[in-house]
């Protein structure tokens, strides 16, 4: 949000983001000053006067922006943003909601581990695959000199060992071998795919609940790619639900709503699309909450720790976030992806 305002705090100009975080048309919205809808402006109003004064040429402070009476909502938080302009007589103040903010550092985080986690399974997978080979050849060519069949035993679990790695190898490498093949995607028929494939897993004690918004244009993106990144998150979600497809009330809930005004990498999109997977399991441990996009961090005995990595690349490549909350009873995995 960005405005311009004169030493009063009337406004020569406010951007639309002002309308769509307050819920108001703009001429609302600029009727009166920039100071009434903050819940303590005296703060701004000293900064203001102080930049104006020359004192500073950039000044920054925390405040809460006052919702809409009609709203009866808590104050946004918000960091303000006061700087001067050149031969004005008024400011530019900038105004970022700090939760904004703070999802913006998380997805630079995420995306920074994401690329150093790449580079890091390129290596170590091609590390891994040469010695592969020999191993599994060196095993065949022993077994073939063998005629004791209780020792051929022991060469075949080496050389279904060094296959179970090497389909390992692969799966690591698959989202960096893969051509982005983009096209115009329904993620309607991405979530009726991706609960087909759950339903026949699992026909019975699991509801596979839908809640779409079916106004959500298509996407541009790779239709076989955002399928497995949802069924990734979806079946990690139904193999945590053991204990209550048991009980038979399991249940995982697939929403789509539209998010309007967000923020992506840096990038403001008009519209995006919100998609959320949600489960009614244990959650996830919170010994491996932070990393649970991590690769070969896994919650499940006997998982390989690479559902959630791939989701995760998958919805990089479309310009996406994926983020994840969770607590005992819910675990609700939300994707973000701009529309055109």
């Known amino acids: 949000m960005a405005a311009v305002i004169s030493a009063d705090g009337r406004f020569v100009f406010a951007n639309a983001a002002f309308e769509n975080v307050l819920g108001l048309s703009r001429s609302s ?24 004064r020359n004192d500073f040429a950039l000044s920054r402070l925390e405040a809460q922006l ?7 909502g808590e104050p946004i938080p918000v960091h303000v943003i006061v700087s001067q302009i050149e031969m004005g007589e008024g400011v530019v103040v900038e105004l970022i909601e700090i939760e904004q903010q703070a999802r913006q ?51 075949q679990v080496i050389i279904q060992e060094a296959d179970r790695l090497q389909a390992l190898v692969d799966r690591l490498l698959a989202p960096h071998r893969k051509p982005h093949v983009v096209s115009d995607v329904s993620i309607h028929e991405v979530c009726e795919r991706v609960r087909a494939l759950i339903q026949a897993e699992f026909p019975h004690g699991l509801s596979v609940q839908r809640d779409y918004d079916i106004s959500i244009p298509d996407l541009r993106g790779d239709r076989e790619q955002l399928i497995q990144a949802v069924l990734n998150i979806a079946h990690n979600a139904a193999q945590a639900l053991v204990e209550r497809i048991t009980a038979n009330d399991a249940v995982i809930r697939l929403r789509t709503r ?4 967000v923020t992506l990498g840096k990038q403001r999109y008009r519209l995006a699309l919100e998609l959320h997977i949600e489960d009614n399991g244990p959650g996830v441990a919170e010994s491996i909450r932070e990393r649970i996009f991590f690769p070969l961090v896994s919650g499940r005995e006997g998982g390989t720790g690479l559902g959630l990595t791939l989701a995760q690349t998958f919805v990089q490549q479309h ?5 994840c909350e969770s607590e005992p009873g819910k675990t609700l995995f939300k994707i973000l992806i701009p529309l055109p």
């Open 105 to 155: 550092e998380r997805e630079e985080r995420a995306l920074g581990q994401a690329q150093a986690n790449k580079e890091l399974i390129r290596n170590l997978a091609h590390e891994i695959k040469n010695p592969l080979g020999g191993i599994r050849g060196a095993a065949q060519l022993l077994e073939m000199e063998l005629d004791s069949r209780a020792l051929t035993e022991y060469t």
């Open 258 to 261: 539209i998010a309007r005004q």
């Open 319 to 323: 310009q996406g976030t994926i983020e």
């Open 29 to 52: 919205v600029l009727r009166g000053t920039l100071f009434d809808w903050f819940v303590d402006s005296q703060r701004l109003r000293d900064t203001v006067a102080a930049v104006l």
């Open 66 to 72: 006052r919702r809409p009476s009609a709203l009866h």
